[in-house]
């Protein structure tokens, strides 16, 4: 368990014990789709219109500030301000930058009315190895599977990019690996706060939404399926405000099966895809490991999965973390071969090596146990890839966000 010293640092990053700037009567329009904003102008007596513009400037030029609105005139930005109407999102106030070229962000996220409270989110340029789920090739210097060091680029040129986006400010679900589930859960974050966090990274690398490769993730810190209507929310400003296609995001879920279903009632034009936490080869070990699964077991999450209308060539992602002697070993890779073959799913299987964080007594499985299990999956013809690690140097993995406390300490 954490050190007196070490809560309190940890505290001070989530700025829990600390108060956001004065709330008053602000009232954040960050997160609020292009329809309600033209109903806000016109709730004013202003043409319907000036909504547009004011989704154009926040969600397509990503302007933060009122003064910036170039379309709106003086008086209006007056108006607007004296109403208390803001369009700030949320913002990245501590960066870390690994020599893979991870970067990790802390982002004060700042709901109305609502403690500030810090999340994380993660910039991967080049990918990430696989875990996208969208079935297309790793980037440069990427292999699908195999071992591989991490290669040195500071270059500030990318192909290819993956953002890293949290949905709640830690996370109820307990899952015995994880550093997220040791904060519990503080708070789930608002539409705004979700896509803001998106949308602050795209505003830092200058991406291009339509030119650039951008893929985003949702595996950052807490369980979207238990934020559905916020979660899904940011979904559609993205894709109709922002303007990223929801065939380059992917949700990860622990397995809550009512999201699922949920899930696959909406429509693909706002659907991702899928990725399930899977991360071990039976009910009992993933029981162990995922409170979770005694109440939604593993068939259970299978069938609500089938439930998802899949596009043609989507796969769904099973996400399966190796931890040492505890779900690494040859015979837990052919079980999880059948289950994913008996499933008749057409699905991947993305393996993460544990990444380790204080208070949890897992080990880092070894190279040659990661490379036998991927062996082991191909064998049986499960498409399989091994999730490259990012920004080990700066603890930037998604869901990480617990490594913070050594970054700090180190810093
Ligand atoms: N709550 C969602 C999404 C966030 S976790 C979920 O569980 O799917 C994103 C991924 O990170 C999950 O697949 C989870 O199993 C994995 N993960 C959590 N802790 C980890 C750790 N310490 N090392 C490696 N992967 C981890
Ligand atoms: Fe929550 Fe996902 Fe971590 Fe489990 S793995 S505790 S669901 S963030």
């Given at each position: 368990m954490l050190g007196p010293a070490v809560s309190a640092h940890f505290n001070q990053l989530l700025r829990l014990d600390t108060n956001g700037?004065?709330?008053?009567?602000r009232t954040p329009?960050?997160?609020?789709?292009a329809e309600a904003l033209r109903e806000r102008m016109v709730e004013i007596g202003?043409?319907?219109w000036r909504g547009q513009q004011l989704a154009e400037a926040m969600?397509?030029?990503?302007?933060?500030?009122?003064?910036?609105?170039?379309?709106?005139p003086k008086t209006l930005r007056g108006r607007v301000r004296e109403l208390g109407w803001v369009i700030e999102?949320?913002?990245?106030?501590e960066e870390f930058v690994s020599n893979d070229g991870t970067e990790r962000y802390l982002v004060r996220c700042l709901a109305s009315g609502g403690a500030a409270q810090t999340v994380e989110t993660v910039w991967m340029p080049e990918g990430d190895?696989?875990?996208?789920?969208?079935?297309?090739e790793a980037g440069r210097?990427?292999?699908?599977g195999g071992a591989q060091a991490d290669r040195e680029h500071r270059d500030e040129e990318w192909q290819r990019a993956t953002i890293c986006v949290s949905?709640?400010?830690?996370?109820?679900?307990?899952?015995?690996?994880?550093?997220?589930?040791?904060?519990?859960?503080?708070r789930s974050l608002t539409p705004g706060e979700i896509a803001g966090q998106a949308v602050s990274v795209l505003d830092r690398h200058q991406v291009a939404i339509g030119k650039d490769r951008v893929n985003l993730v949702f595996?950052?810190?807490?369980e979207p399926f238990l934020n559905y209507d916020n979660w899904m929310s940011a979904v559609r400003l993205l894709v109709n405000?922002?303007?990223?296609?929801?065939?380059?995001m992917t949700v990860s879920t622990s397995g809550i099966v009512p999201g699922i279903e949920r899930f696959a009632e909406e429509?693909?034009?706002?659907r991702p895809k899928l990725a399930i936490s899977?991360?071990?080869?039976n009910d009992d070990v993933r029981s162990d490991l995922m409170p979770i699964n005694r109440k939604w077991s593993i068939e259970a999450v299978i069938d609500a999965v089938r439930k998802v209308q899949l596009r043609p060539r989507e796969r769904l992602t099973f996400e399966y973390v190796l931890l040492h002697g505890v779900t690494d070993q040859l015979q837990h890779a052919r079980e999880v071969a059948r289950l994913v073959r008996r499933s008749g799913l057409p699905a991947k299987v993305n393996l993460i090596a544990w990444n380790p964080g204080p208070g949890i007594a897992y080990g880092m499985p070894q190279a040659d146990a990661i490379e036998r299990f991927r062996r082991a999956l191909a064998a049986e013809d499960v498409p399989v890839y091994i999730r490259r690690p990012r920004g080990r140097d700066i603890y930037a993995?998604?869901?990480?966000?617990?490594r913070t406390i050594e970054a700090g300490k180190n810093a």
């Open positions: 700037p004065e709330e008053g009567s329009l960050f997160g609020l789709d202003e043409p319907r969600y397509r030029q990503r302007v933060a500030d009122l003064e910036a609105i170039s379309t709106f999102r949320p913002e990245i106030i190895g696989g875990e996208v789920g969208d079935g297309s210097g990427e292999v699908a949905s709640q400010a830690g996370c109820a679900v307990n899952c015995q690996f994880c550093l997220t589930a040791k904060l519990g859960l503080q595996m950052g810190m807490g405000e922002v303007g990223i296609s929801p065939q380059r429509p693909a034009a706002v899977l991360n071990a080869p993995a998604c869901g990480q966000l617990k």
